[in-house]
């Protein structure tokens, strides 16, 4: 039987999939990052404390490992997959073309943002944290948490032409 860790570990990888993609925007780096997450998490089972939430603990490993990851790519140069090729989506109905292509368009205009508002709205707006968890997964204060967020979600809503 697993225990309320294993459990909430297990329960926590689609959030943890979709903030790595937030950070990396490639599935497969995606993947490793939430492996390594997982692998760190468990390895460092006994420093976590039962009395707070998991996943701001494990979101923090996540970004760590992905400024590991990132460290260490500067220092390889440019790699390039020939296999990465466009995705052919069928869409049906017009409905689903306008949400796909306002999401698109959401997804590329965050993606435009300086990486410190784009990880607090996703850590906020996406995965639900509260500015406290948010600022503890970042390691900076609240009132930063709250500016940044404020000024992300303004220069996306501009992007967007709806601010």
Not at 73 to 95: C, K, L, N, Q
């Amino acid at each position: 039987m697993r225990d309320a860790f294993e459990r909430d570990l297990i329960a926590s990888l689609p959030k943890l999939r979709r903030f790595a993609l937030s950070l990396c925007r490639r599935g497969d780096v995606a993947d490793d990052l939430v492996q390594t997450t997982v692998e760190r998490a468990v390895a460092s089972r006994t420093s976590f404390d039962p009395a707070t939430r998991l996943e701001p603990w494990l979101f923090r490993i996540l970004r760590n490992a992905w400024i590991d990851q990132t460290r260490r790519t500067a220092t390889r140069g440019t790699e390039i997959d020939v296999a990465d090729a466009p995705d052919a989506a069928t869409v049906d109905g017009p409905r689903v073309t306008e949400a796909t292509l306002m999401l698109r368009k959401t997804e590329a205009a965050l993606a435009t943002l300086p990486d410190e508002q784009r990880e607090v709205i996703v850590l906020v707006c996406v995965e639900e944290m509260s500015y406290a968890e948010a600022a503890e997964v970042l390691g900076i204060p609240k009132g930063t948490v709250m500016s940044r967020l404020a000024r992300g979600r303004a220069a996306l809503a501009e992007k967007l032409g709806i601010g």
